[in-house]
């Protein structure tokens, strides 16, 4: 961190536009970290938002409920087909524990002992707690702690731009589909198996082929394992659909949702799960199957008050065949990103874009540069007005929801100059 002398305040933020204390302006490449829908200072979200805080701040949801969340819950259930219950939570890697600890405690609420394994794919990233560093175990993000998470069963995932030696990119989808099957099929250990929904999204923007995630959900129901879908940050238009698992074709047990929630002017998560699921944890107080989990804020009145104003604006403002006709600006960017000599691969679905730097483009060489790649693309960025922020070697670019067609393009027009600018630093 030595290499950060300073941070830019931001000030104050208006539709995809960030100003700091100085007057300059940065277009909002990363939505504020993936999370925001309708662009900054959106007046009826805040008007929400002041509406609510007049009436009831927060009282939790400990014996007592709340108008907002009831809401909330119940129209998370109406959008959110085979989902039955909702437990909220404060972000996402809280949901994603709340969905692990609820997966292993609902065998053992039945009686199933031995099914205490987790399943997940290389790569993935589901969150920043134990547990979610447990199942979405990114070496480069948490080799510090391996000796203190908890064992997983991971499979590889099918990333078209680095297939092994020897397989084609079929051939790759069926072998690691085939390991899959292979493992589950066997001791019958095997509780529940963890996946983001549609693609990987930290773990380098890979996007699942045609039929994986659903035939990955179809042995999970063939060998009796549950099915846990992570929607964080994919779900809520981010790819293109409301909920990816509906255009996957993929029903979980459990889902969790995030970032985009509220809009991304509150912080809230919700974990949703289906009647059976649900049903285990019901019993007298002595057979002791309550799920033991809370949080002080869980489901907090005025974030509850704004993700019911949000989910509205969604269907009143058609922003899912909105944001399908807007990204497809992205595909008109294709060749001439493509054609810069240290860009080894473009991922590309709905308002999210992978574009991997490497050194050598013929042999796929990564990019190694003695200086943070975050920061040389930061600096570049800033210099052309957006605020950029890669992973690794994928320069990502993950607007507001919202974003017109014109800034869809001026985006695209400042990244390519961005990338230029930074070539002669990374190589």
Not at 351 to 372: A, F
Not at 411 to 417: A, D, E, P, Q, S
């Given at each position: 961190?030595?290499?950060?002398?300073?941070?830019?305040s931001?000030?104050?933020?208006?539709?995809?536009w960030?100003?700091?204390?100085?007057?300059?302006?940065?277009?909002?490449?990363?939505?504020?970290?993936w999370?925001?829908?309708?662009?900054?200072?959106?007046?009826?979200?805040?008007?929400?938002?002041?509406?609510?805080s007049?009436k009831?701040?927060?009282?939790?949801?400990?014996?007592?409920?709340?108008?907002?969340?009831?809401?909330?819950?119940?129209?998370?259930?109406?959008?959110?087909?085979?989902?039955?219950?909702?437990?909220?939570?404060?972000?996402?890697?809280s949901?994603?524990?709340?969905?692990?600890?609820?997966?292993?405690?609902?065998?053992k609420?039945?009686?199933?002992?031995?099914?205490?394994?987790?399943?997940?794919?290389?790569?993935?990233?589901?969150?920043?707690?134990f547990?979610?560093?447990?199942?979405?175990?990114?070496?480069?993000?948490?080799?510090?702690?391996?000796?203190q998470?908890?064992?997983?069963?991971?499979?590889?995932?099918?990333?078209?731009?680095?297939?092994?030696?020897?397989?084609?990119?079929?051939?790759?989808?069926?072998?690691?589909?085939?390991?899959?099957?292979?493992?589950?099929?066997?001791?019958?250990?095997?509780?529940?198996?963890?996946?983001?929904?549609?693609?990987?999204?930290?773990?380098?923007?890979?996007?699942?082929?045609?039929?994986?995630?659903?035939?990955?959900?179809m042995?999970?129901?063939?060998?009796?394992?549950?099915?846990?879908?992570?929607?964080?940050?994919?779900?809520?238009?981010?790819?293109?659909?409301?909920?990816?698992?509906?255009?996957?074709k993929?029903?979980?047990?459990?889902?969790?949702?995030?970032?985009m929630?509220?809009?991304?002017?509150?912080?809230?998560?919700?974990?949703?799960?289906?009647?059976?699921?649900?049903?285990?944890?019901?019993?007298?107080?002595?057979d002791?199957?309550h799920?033991?989990?809370?949080?002080?804020?869980?489901?907090?009145?005025?974030a509850?008050?704004?993700?019911?104003?949000?989910?509205?604006?969604?269907?009143?403002?058609?922003?899912?065949?909105?944001?399908?006709?807007?990204?497809?600006?992205?595909?008109?960017?294709?060749?001439?990103i493509?054609?810069?000599?240290?860009?080894?691969?473009?991922?590309?679905?709905?308002?999210?874009?992978?574009?991997?730097?490497?050194?050598?483009?013929?042999?796929?060489?990564?990019?190694?540069?003695?200086?943070?790649?975050?920061?040389?693309?930061?600096?570049?960025?800033?210099?052309?007005g957006?605020?950029l922020?890669?992973?690794?070697?994928?320069?990502?670019?993950v607007?507001?929801?919202?974003?017109?067609e014109?800034?869809?393009?001026?985006?695209?027009?400042?990244?390519?100059?961005?990338?230029?600018?930074?070539?002669?630093?990374?190589?």
């Amino acid at each position: 961190m030595r290499e950060w002398e300073g941070f830019r305040s931001i000030k104050s933020a208006k539709g995809v536009w960030l100003t700091d204390s100085k007057g300059n302006k940065m277009m909002d490449a990363v939505a504020s970290m993936w999370c925001n829908v309708w662009g900054h200072s959106n007046p009826t979200l805040i008007k929400t938002i002041a509406n609510q805080s007049k009436k009831l701040q927060h009282s939790s949801l400990f014996n007592l409920t709340n108008e907002p969340a009831e809401k909330l819950a119940k129209n998370l259930v109406k959008i959110s087909p085979g989902m039955h219950r909702v437990f909220y939570s404060d972000n996402g890697s809280s949901a994603m524990e709340i969905a692990i600890k609820m997966a292993l405690q609902y065998w053992k609420n039945i009686g199933e002992e031995k099914k205490s394994q987790i399943a997940t794919l290389e790569n993935g990233y589901h969150g920043d707690t134990f547990g979610a560093m447990s199942v979405g175990y990114v070496p480069e993000f948490f080799g510090k702690f391996k000796k203190q998470l908890f064992s997983t069963i991971q499979f590889p995932v099918p990333n078209k731009y680095r297939l092994p030696k020897g397989f084609t990119f079929s051939d790759y989808q069926n072998h690691c589909l085939e390991k899959i099957e292979t493992r589950l099929s066997k001791n019958n250990d095997v509780a529940a198996f963890v996946m983001e929904s549609g693609a990987q999204v930290a773990g380098g923007v890979i996007i699942y082929p045609e039929q994986f995630q659903r035939k990955i959900g179809m042995i999970c129901k063939k060998n009796n394992v549950l099915f846990v879908l992570d929607e964080i940050a994919t779900g809520f238009g981010r790819l293109g659909s409301m909920l990816q698992y509906e255009e996957q074709k993929s029903m979980p047990d459990i889902v969790a949702y995030g970032k985009m929630l509220t809009g991304g002017y509150l912080t809230m998560a919700a974990t949703l799960t289906n009647k059976r699921i649900y049903d285990s944890f019901l019993g007298e107080f002595h057979d002791w199957m309550h799920l033991f989990h809370g949080h002080t804020y869980t489901g907090n009145p005025i974030a509850a008050a704004v993700a019911n104003e949000n989910l509205r604006m969604y269907q009143k403002k058609h922003l899912i065949k909105k944001i399908q006709k807007t990204s497809k600006i992205f595909e008109k960017f294709y060749q001439g990103i493509s054609e810069i000599d240290i860009v080894g691969d473009i991922r590309h679905k709905g308002m999210l874009m992978g574009i991997e730097i490497v050194k050598d483009k013929e042999k796929k060489t990564p990019i190694n540069p003695k200086k943070s790649i975050n920061k040389i693309f930061f600096e570049e960025g800033k210099k052309h007005g957006i605020y950029l922020r890669t992973l690794g070697n994928i320069v990502m670019l993950v607007p507001p929801l919202s974003i017109t067609e014109k800034e869809i393009t001026w985006l695209l027009l400042r990244t390519v100059k961005t990338i230029k600018a930074a070539r002669s630093q990374v190589l």
